[in-house]
Every structure is written in C-alpha cells, then in structure tokens.
C-alpha cells in the first residue's frame, strides 16, 4: 500500500499534505510554488510510492466553482497524462483556509507565523486529506 497525497492548488503555491504508507494519518508535507508542482510531485514519486491523489475542489458556499479551477483542471490533465497509474480524486475544499487559519492561531505561534500563507496552505492540505479519509470510513 502506498500514501495517499493531497493539493490544496493555488495560482501563486499549492499545499501538499501525505498519508503514512498505512494510509491512516494526514500530515503537512510542504509548500511549492506552482510552477514547480510537477517537478516536485516527479520528484516525491521517484521517492515514495503514492498510490491515490486528492485535488482540492474550491466552491463558494452556493457550490459554485471558484475561477481557480481552469487552471487546476488543465493541472489534473496534465498529472493524468504523467502519471496514468495514479488515481485522482476531487474534494470539496469549502472552509479548509478558513479552518487552517483557526487550527494555526490555536497552535500558540507566533502572528507572523500565523499569518504566513504557504503555512496555511500546507494545512489546508492536510485538512483535505483528513477529511478524505474519514469519507473513505464511512
């Protein structure tokens, strides 16, 4: 079994989030600038067996689909032609920035650590994750 990773796409940096190998836990895995996705997602799979990914899905609170996901779709048809043996999966990332921001300001940093965007992105990435997991339990 390998892990499964999450993106939480942005235009400017995406958050990336991975399971263990059991694919149990969510952890915060990094944050890469987008231009720079495909090679650092070459990279981690050279290094880690990956079995699944999940794209974040950004809705409004009507279901409307965020501007973003142009750019995420032709992201995800590019990910499939480079790598057809991986799964991809679609989630609803409806409140994930602003449960990143509340899970960060109760960790105790610092404000300027909370306010850092890359931080929050890489946790809302692992809250995609999580929530993936717990859809897959039920």
Known sequence: MGQILAIDYGKARCGIAATDDMQIIASGLDTVETRFLM???KKY???NK??????GLPTDLKGN???VETDILKFIEAFQKEFPDITV???DERFTSKMASFFISQSGKSKKKRQ???LIDKVSAT???QNFLEQRIR
């Open 127 to 129: 809250i995609i994750l």
């Open 65 to 67: 689909v965020s501007e």
């Open 39 to 41: 090679e650092f997602l």
């Open 50 to 55: 990956v079995d699944e990914v999940v794209v």
């Open 45 to 47: 799979f050279t290094e």
């Open 89 to 91: 999966h679609r989630l």
């Open 116 to 118: 850092e965007k890359g």
